[in-house]
């Protein structure tokens, strides 16, 4: 399997962004790839496109929207942690676990 030169990952990556009409997760850029990629190496470079300014994760900020607009912020953590897969809980209880470790 031959190496990639260094950036060109990234390129195609914000080449599929900037076609969407809309933010993309990343198993659906890994999609529009087509490149057969792990979706964790895709997660990857879209943290490393955010870190250098050139993409933008949205999901954090529409969680804040919802928060921020409704007068029951617990009620409504409680639904969305209610309608997470077992798999999804775990990962978020071990990210609230890091929290309270540092």
């Known amino acids: ?9 990234e ?8 076609r969407a ?6 198993a659906e850029v ?14 990857t470079v879209l943290g490393r496109l955010t870190a250098k300014g050139l993409a933008e994760r949205t999901a954090g900020r529409r969680i804040a929207e919802v928060l ?11 639904w969305f942690v209610g309608g997470l897969s077992a798999k999804d ?4 209880r071990g990210l609230l676990d890091g929290l309270d470790e540092a």
């Open 1 to 9: 399997m031959s190496r990639r030169p260094d950036g060109a990952l």
């Open 11 to 18: 390129n195609d990556i914000m080449r599929v962004l900037w």
């Open 21 to 26: 009409e809309r933010p993309l997760q990343p």
């Open 30 to 43: 890994n999609e529009l790839l087509g490149q057969g990629l792990a979706y964790t190496t895709v997660a």
């Open 68 to 78: 921020d607009g409704t007068p029951d912020r617990r009620e409504a953590l409680s």
């Open 89 to 92: 809980a775990r990962a978020l």
